[in-house]
């Protein structure tokens, strides 16, 4: 229901809130030679294009990465964000959330729905497995594999941004959706 999702969003941000914190890391160019890279205490948070990526960890191990990977010759932005999302930095928060979905009556969508820990479709089983959003919080965000998803099977498609900003349109014309196949929901902020 709408009550236990926002439920579990304020949960899950009372519980990451709680965490010391952490830093992200946007970063363009050939990332494919980044993804099979050794960076202590720094990991994939998000594969949104092909040539985009994002690195969740500590701050200075974050901080160190910006500096070689920059030295490479990659773009690279620091994100604003207090914590290291979808990073082993949530480790300590995972049961305590698991243990918050698990109290929620979890059933399988109305609408079909893209998971962004698969890049395909979520099925019955995984909407009302505590252990999938879990996952969910944890596990690297796949938006490139869900827009080739979409592609593949809806092409065509028309894409919608909701609220007030523009990261959904950016990331979708960085993986090649033509401008006028997104449609704002709103003006910007």
Same mark, same amino acid.
């Given at each position: *229901?709408?009550?236990?999702? @926002?439920?579990?969003?304020?949960?899950?941000?009372? $519980?990451?809130?709680?965490?010391?914190?952490?830093?992200? =890391?946007?970063?363009?160019?050939?990332?494919?030679? @980044?993804?099979?890279?050794?960076?202590?205490?720094?990991? @994939?948070?998000? *594969?949104?294009?092909?040539? #985009?990526?994002?690195?969740?960890?500590?701050?200075?191990?974050?901080?160190?990465?910006?500096?070689?990977?920059?030295?490479?010759?990659?773009?690279?932005?620091?994100?604003? +964000?207090? #914590?290291?999302? #979808?990073? /082993?930095? &949530?480790? !300590?928060? $995972?049961?305590?959330?698991?243990?918050? @979905?698990?109290?929620? !009556?979890?059933? /399988?969508?109305?609408?079909?729905?893209?998971?962004?820990?698969?890049?395909?479709?979520?099925?019955?089983?995984? %909407?009302?497995?505590? !252990?999938?959003?879990?996952? #969910?919080?944890?596990?690297?965000?796949?938006?490139?594999?869900?827009?080739?998803?979409?592609?593949?099977?809806?092409?065509? %498609? *028309?894409? =919608?941004?909701?609220?007030?900003?523009? +990261? *959904?349109?950016? &990331?979708?014309?960085?993986?090649?959706?033509?401008?006028? /196949?997104?449609?704002?929901?709103?003006? /910007? %902020?």
């Amino acid at each position: *229901t709408l009550e236990d999702a @926002i439920a579990a969003v304020i949960t899950r941000g009372r $519980l990451i809130a709680s965490l010391p914190p952490g830093a992200m =890391l946007s970063v363009g160019g050939a990332v494919e030679h @980044i993804e099979d890279r050794d960076f202590p205490g720094v990991e @994939i948070a998000c *594969t949104n294009a092909p040539d #985009h990526l994002v690195l969740s960890g500590e701050l200075t191990p974050i901080s160190e990465v910006a500096d070689v990977l920059q030295s490479e010759g990659y773009a690279v932005r620091r994100l604003a +964000t207090s #914590h290291a999302f #979808h990073s /082993r930095s &949530l480790e !300590a928060v $995972l049961e305590p959330f698991a243990d918050a @979905i698990a109290s929620r !009556a979890l059933g /399988r969508p109305e609408i079909p729905i893209i998971s962004n820990v698969f890049g395909a479709p979520l099925s019955d089983h995984d %909407a009302a497995d505590p !252990a999938y959003w879990v996952r #969910h919080m944890r596990d690297p965000v796949r938006f490139s594999y869900c827009v080739a998803y979409v592609e593949e099977q809806y092409p065509g %498609a *028309t894409y =919608l941004e909701v609220g007030p900003g523009q +990261t *959904t349109r950016s &990331l979708l014309l960085k993986n090649g959706i033509a401008r006028d /196949r997104i449609v704002a929901s709103m003006r /910007r %902020a």
